[in-house]
């Protein structure tokens, strides 16, 4: 099992600076939906499981544009960030 892991860990660190922005950027829609579908005229159980399916979708795009951009990705998004607020 820690063998597919490490697999799917190196596939997705080979990928490329712009597809982790881009994957790391998707999480911020799915965070949203997670929360927002509560106001929806639902039942209890249909909202848990919306917010269970949105905000794993969310993690599972956090922690994958994470995985691909690295420490050093990371580092230049928040410089990015940085010199635009500047």
């Known amino acids: 099992m820690k063998k597919i ?7 997705l660190a080979s ?5 982790g922005v881009i994957i790391l950027a998707m999480c911020i829609p799915f965070y949203i939906i997670s929360f927002a579908q509560a106001a929806l005229d639902t039942s209890k159980e249909m909202k ?3 917010w269970v399916v949105f905000f794993g979708l969310a993690k599972t795009f956090q922690y994958g544009g994470l995985t691909i951009l690295g420490v050093e990705g ?3 998004v928040k410089l990015y960030f940085k010199e635009r607020i500047h």
């Open 48 to 50: 848990a499981v919306l």
């Open 74 to 76: 990371l580092k230049r």
């Open 15 to 19: 990928l490329s600076f712009r597809t």
């Open 5 to 11: 892991f490490r697999k799917i860990k190196t596939w």
